[in-house]
């Protein structure tokens, strides 16, 4: 069956340091991948597409690899601070369809 | 520009009950989209409408229907509410000139059936 994965365990890491995020899927062939974070009590908000034939995006601190091989995406946040804390969301996307098939999201806390 | 806007903010309804979630959007975006999010699944696409007066099936349709009359509203109603659906329900719209462009959500509704 189709599935995407993502830490369901909450990410604690210190300010300063890289937080790397995964996000795994099996049985899709997706043509884009989507990076959302949402704060409690707010709805998602966008971050970063990458295409299929992407390797690697990066906006200021944030940066996503997706390997269409080994069927991941990892998202990285540099100098991480407090204020990153967060619950970070993936989202697939095939060709040919409209819509996007999120997976559970990964909380991440940034200590100071 | 508001945005996506969504009423109410929170409901409580009694199993049988029946309402309708409002979303609202003032970018001229083409798609529109409705979720709810329960922990530990995610977000779960309900419906969606590539267009007014268009509509679609989602992941988890089964309770719901939607209509899209204006192009900048899209509808949720449950005919009659089950426990089963208490939940936040996101709405989100995105532009149509690709598909697979980003989703702009809305603040989310919190309901409760009892």
């Known amino acids: 069956s189709q599935k995407i994965e993502q830490n369901s365990e909450a990410l604690n890491i210190q300010e300063g340091k890289t937080a790397t995020l995964t996000c795994n899927y099996t049985?899709?062939?997706?043509?884009?991948l989507q990076w959302y974070r949402q704060d409690p009590g707010r709805g998602p908000v966008f971050l970063l597409l990458i295409r299929e034939n992407e390797k690697e995006k990066r906006k200021e601190r944030l940066k996503v690899t997706f390997d269409t091989t080994l069927k991941q995406s990892l998202f990285h946040i540099t100098a991480s601070q407090p204020a990153d804390s967060a619950t970070y969301l993936c989202a697939l996307h095939t060709s040919g369809t409209y819509k996007y098939i999120f997976g559970t999201g990964t909380r991440l806390k940034v200590l100071a | 520009n508001a945005g996506v806007t969504q009423t109410p903010k929170f409901r409580v309804l009694k199993t049988g009950q029946s309402m309708t979630l409002l979303c609202a959007q003032d970018m001229n975006h083409e798609y529109m989209y409705w979720y709810r999010q329960d922990p530990g699944m995610g977000l779960r696409l309900i419906h969606y409408s590539v267009g007014e007066g268009t509509t679609a099936k989602g992941e988890v349709p089964d309770g719901y229907n939607v209509s899209r009359l204006k192009k900048q509203n899209f509808l949720l109603g449950l005919e009659s509410a089950a426990p089963s659906q208490t939940s936040v329900y996101f709405c989100a719209s995105s532009n149509g000139l690709a598909n697979y462009n980003e989703q702009f959500f809305g603040p989310g509704t919190r309901l409760t059936v009892l």
């Open positions: 049985n899709y062939s997706p043509a884009y």
